[in-house]
């Protein structure tokens, strides 16, 4: 049997859970959070099991799959993240090893826009590909960023940016780039978005564009807010750019 169990920290650095009798095998899958400084996930470093503590440590695996974004890519607006959200599914359906970087609200301004904030991001990708030798990296994130009209040259040279130090780190990681997905009541700012997307990547030949737009359907894959993806969404969403990322 499969047991998910969700813990909440408020105010607090450690929560206790009891599972039934017998072998486990634990896997802590992802961490939310509302904001950057608190992704739960981050600072986990023990489990402490029959009083016993055990340092927290990645599963080796020669392909990885790793997945950065906003509130859309760490599964908000479905009801179980960990077997939901878009990235989760390749794991779900696919039995590929997944690991999620991403917090409600992350944008590029808050993850691309200086020097310390990329080396953070490339310090964090570099320990979730742990060991891998096939190394997949997915991008879903700029919906904040619009939402804060970040003009799109901004957005083309923080995300090419952050592209040119993830690659110059390690260039055996490859970059799979979500154009931006469908608003409601999107203006023309999002057009531009496409295009600086577009023509970051194909000016990098370890990065590929994957564009979905106007593939994922308001209201069939929303949440009512016409922002967030529903069950459906994400499952259209991972359906969508598997073949284009597994060939």
Not at 8 to 29: A, D, E, M
Not at 94 to 106: A, F, H, I, L, R
Not at 118 to 125: L, N
């Amino acid at each position: 049997d499969i047991y998910y169990s969700t813990i909440q920290f408020i105010n607090t650095t450690h929560r206790f859970i009891i599972l039934p009798t017998g072998s486990k095998k634990i896997t802590l899958i992802e961490g939310l959070a509302s904001k950057p400084s608190n992704v739960i996930g981050t600072y986990i470093t023990s489990l402490q099991v029959n009083a016993s503590y055990v340092k927290v440590g990645i599963v080796s695996s020669a392909e990885r799959l790793v997945a950065i974004g906003d509130s859309i890519t760490v599964g908000d607006n479905t009801t179980i993240p960990a077997t939901q959200s878009y990235p989760n599914l390749f794991s779900v359906d696919n039995s590929k090893v997944v690991s999620t970087y991403g917090w409600g609200g992350m944008k590029l301004s808050n993850i691309a826009s200086t020097a310390e904030q990329i080396a953070d991001v490339v310090a964090k990708t570099t320990a979730l590909f742990y060991n891998a030798t096939d190394k997949k990296l997915i991008i879903l994130i700029g919906t904040n960023d619009y939402s804060d009209s970040i003009a799109a040259a901004t957005i083309k040279t923080r995300l090419g940016n952050l592209f040119d130090a993830i690659h110059a780190n390690d260039e055996d990681v490859v970059i799979y780039c979500i154009s931006p997905l469908y608003r409601l009541g999107e203006t023309s700012l999002l057009a531009d978005y496409k295009t600086a997307y577009s023509e970051v990547c194909s000016t990098r030949d370890y990065a590929n564009y994957l564009n979905v737009y106007g593939l994922l359907t308001y209201p069939d894959d929303y949440f009512t807010d016409g922002i967030h993806l529903n069950i459906a969404g994400n499952i259209k969403l991972k359906q969508l750019i598997y073949p284009m990322i597994y060939p």
